[in-house]
């Protein structure tokens, strides 16, 4: 696979270090999210996620971190402000292109899972890749690709039931990546599994990562956050960087077009 870094016009000098920065993937300047209602549940939000970064959003219940998830994911739009996704202003973007952006280079990870109960893992999977232009075959067989990644080759005719909670979330993570999007959001991914089988999904996030796939993960447990290169923090609306490691074009990055066509 090509290095975007070989690329013209790859990302854009960093005065303070003097180096070239992965390019962004995801920017909020002065995203504002206000209900209906009134209640503003993230205000003025300035966030730029760069390709192959791996970021943990942290904070309180009902201090905005799904919100902020949800307008990062093109799930909602801002009520002011702007958001920029794979360099879409997404406020100039239709609901249908929109959508099409969404399906085509972003993949969703939610703390229940929400598998089909009544399909396979591998016919939850394949699904993920419906309106893709790919065939029925072809999706059974990403699906297994992808549900081999994962660890879960040998479950591939089982039913939710039939699977452990991380095992349903391992295979979650397969349809939301089956794809091969840019991005990966998870909001609480491991809220509902033991501390084991929540560390084994944060091993996978974190091996989807070394290979290039940019992911930010919403967690309260503050030790997996520690453990991961930058730290964002929600308190009423409001973010503060915690802490991070600057990428720079220098790192391996993921590949593929920068937008969808
Ligand atoms: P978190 O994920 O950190 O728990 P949320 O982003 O879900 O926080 O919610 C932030 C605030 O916005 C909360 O006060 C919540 O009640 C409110 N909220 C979330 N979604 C909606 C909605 N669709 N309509 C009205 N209020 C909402
Ligand atoms: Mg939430």
């Known amino acids: 696979t090509a290095r975007r870094a070989e690329?013209?016009?790859?990302?854009?000098?960093?005065?303070?270090?003097?180096?070239?920065l992965a390019p962004e993937v995801i920017a909020l300047r002065a995203a504002t999210k206000t209900y209906a209602g009134g209640l503003t549940a993230l205000d003025h939000a300035d966030l730029t996620i760069r390709q192959g970064e791996?970021?943990?959003?942290?904070?309180?219940s009902g201090s905005g971190k799904s919100t902020l998830l949800n307008l990062m994911g093109t799930l909602d739009r801002p009520?002011?402000?702007r958001v920029e996704v794979l360099g879409h202003d997404v406020a100039a973007l239709s609901d249908r292109r929109l959508s099409a952006v969404r399906a085509?280079?972003?993949?969703f990870?939610?703390?229940?899972?929400?598998?089909?109960?009544?399909?396979?893992?591998?016919?939850?999977?394949?699904?993920?890749?419906?309106?893709h232009g790919i065939g029925h075959s072809g999706r059974r067989d990403r699906a297994a690709e992808a549900l081999r990644r994962v660890g879960l080759g040998h479950r591939l005719d089982h039913r939710p039931h039939e699977l452990s909670g991380g095992e349903r979330q391992r295979t979650a993570i397969a349809r939301a990546v089956v794809a091969r999007p840019r991005i990966v959001l998870a909001d609480e991914p491991t809220g509902a599994l033991d501390s084991a089988s929540g560390a084994a999904v944060v091993d996978l996030l974190r091996d989807l990562n070394a290979q290039g796939t940019t992911i930010a993960v919403i967690t309260h447990d503050q030790a997996l956050a520690a453990a991961l290169p930058r730290r964002v923090r929600i308190l009423d609306g409001r973010i503060r960087e915690d802490g991070r490691t600057v990428l720079s074009a220098a790192q391996p990055a993921g590949s593929g077009p920068e937008a969808a066509s």
């Open 7 to 20: 690329e013209p016009g790859f990302g854009e000098p960093d005065p303070a270090h003097g180096k070239h």
């Open 54 to 60: 791996l970021l943990a959003i942290v904070g309180p």
């Open 79 to 81: 009520t002011s402000g």
């Open 104 to 107: 085509r280079w972003i993949g």
């Open 109 to 131: 990870v939610f703390q229940q899972f929400f598998l089909a109960p009544h399909l396979t893992a591998l016919e939850n999977v394949a699904n993920g890749l419906l309106y």
